[in-house]
C-alpha cells in the first residue's frame, strides 16, 4: 500500500471513529439543576454525555465558579467545570431535555426551552404530580414529550452541592403510545453507562400515577405532621392516615381509567415501610424553610379531580387545607 493510500485509510477510519462518538454522545439540557436536576445531571455528564444546566441566582453562580459536586452514599462525584447558564435560548437544538423545575414554573419554563426543540427532542419531566405533561402539552405538542417517573431523595444542601440521602435512584421514562423509540432507548443507555437504575416502561401513564399515589401519601403526611417517615408508620393513627390518603388516589386514578390495583394502597404502603427512617418529602423542606409549596399540585389536584369525578378524599382535603396556609411560603 503506497503512503498516500495509507494516510487516506488512517483518515477515513479516524473520520468513522469520530462520528461514531458524536453518535454515542447524548446532548442533554438540564432544565431546573435543584435535587433532581443536578444528581442526575451530574451522573450522566460525569459518563461522557454533553450536559448543559439551567439554573439561575446562586445555584447558577456556584456552578460557573466551582462546578457541581454529589455527596451520596453511592459515591460523592465533583465536576470541577459544567456548562451552565441562565438562557435556554442561548443552547441551541438538543437531543434531551430533562425537565425539573417546580410545578407552579411549569408553563413558564416550557416556553423558555421552545428554542431547544429540534424534530426528534425529546422533553422528559421528572417533576412531581400528574398534570405536568397536560402543561407540557399545551405549550410544546404532543410529539416531543415522553414520560418520566423519578424515585430520589435529593436537595440542594447549600448553591453547588447536592446531597442524596440513601441509595434509592431510579429514572423510569417511556413513550406514552408504548413503542419503544430510538429516544427512550438512548437515555436507557446513558443511564446504564452513568450507573443509573433505569426502568424503559411501555404503560408509563400507569407507571406516573403509581408514583402520584405514594408522593401524595408521603409529602402530604410527613409535612403536615413535620415528622420523617419512619415516625409516621410506626404510629398507628398516622399509619392508617397515610394509607387512606394513598387509598383517596387510588380511588381517583380508577375512576379516570388508570389500571391500579383495588389494594394499591396496602401495596405502597408496604413500600412506605422500606424506605430509610429519616426520609421525608421535598415538601416538607420547602416548609421548613419558608418556601413555596406544590400542595396544590398533589393533595389539591386529587381533591378537585375527587370533586369533577364523585369521590371522597376527606384526608387529601384536610392535608391541602392544612397546608394551604403556607402555599405561597414565608413573606421576605
Not at 408509563?204 to 415528622?227: D, H, M, P
Request: neutral net charge.
Amino acid at each position: 500500500m503506497s503512503a498516500r493510500l495509507s494516510r487516506l485509510w488512517t483518515l477515513d477510519w479516524s473520520n468513522i471513529e469520530i462520528q461514531q462518538s458524536k453518535k454515542m454522545t447524548m446532548h442533554i439540557t438540564i432544565m431546573g439543576t435543584g435535587g433532581i436536576g443536578g444528581y442526575f445531571g451530574a451522573r450522566l455528564a460525569n459518563a461522557g454525555c454533553d450536559v448543559t444546566f439551567v439554573a439561575r441566582g446562586a445555584q447558577l453562580a456556584a456552578l460557573r465558579e466551582h462546578g457541581l459536586r454529589i455527596e451520596s452514599p453511592l459515591g460523592d462525584l465533583h465536576l470541577p467545570t459544567v456548562q451552565a447558564t441562565d438562557d435556554p435560548a442561548s443552547i441551541g437544538t438538543t437531543e434531551l431535555v430533562l425537565f425539573g423545575v417546580k410545578l407552579w414554573d411549569t408553563a413558564a419554563a416550557a416556553e423558555a426551552i421552545k428554542p431547544l426543540i429540534g424534530e426528534h427532542t425529546a422533553v422528559v419531566s421528572f417533576q412531581n404530580g400528574v398534570v405536568k405533561d397536560d402543561i407540557l402539552r399545551q405549550v410544546l405538542g404532543q410529539r416531543s414529550i415522553i414520560g418520566g417517573v423519578c424515585y430520589i431523595a435529593a436537595t440542594i444542601a447549600e448553591p453547588g452541592l447536592i446531597r442524596h440521602s440513601g441509595t434509592m435512584q431510579k429514572l423510569v421514562f417511556g413513550e406514552y403510545d408504548g413503542s419503544v423509540s430510538e429516544r427512550v432507548k438512548r437515555l436507557r443507555d446513558a443511564c446504564v453507562k452513568a450507573g443509573i437504575d433505569q426502568e424503559l416502561s411501555v404503560n408509563i401513564r400507569q407507571a406516573v400515577w403509581q408514583k402520584f399515589v405514594f408522593l401524595v401519601g408521603l409529602s402530604g403526611t410527613t409535612a403536615t405532621t413535620r415528622t420523617p417517615i419512619g415516625v409516621i408508620r410506626s404510629n398507628e393513627r398516622a399509619r392508617a392516615f397515610l394509607r387512606d390518603t394513598m387509598d383517596e388516589v387510588v380511588q381517583v386514578a380508577r375512576a379516570e381509567g388508570v389500571p391500579l390495583a383495588v389494594d394499591f394502597a396496602d401495596d405502597r404502603l408496604a413500600f412506605c415501610d422500606q424506605l430509610p427512617a429519616t426520609m421525608t418529602a421535598s415538601m416538607q423542606n420547602d416548609l421548613e424553610r419558608g418556601g413555596r409549596l406544590e400542595v396544590a399540585w398533589l393533595s389539591g389536584d386529587v381533591v378537585a379531580r375527587g370533586q369533577r369525578l364523585g369521590i371522597s378524599t376527606p384526608c387529601n382535603r384536610a392535608i391541602f387545607d392544612i397546608l394551604s396556609v403556607h402555599s405561597d411560603g414565608q413573606p421576605k
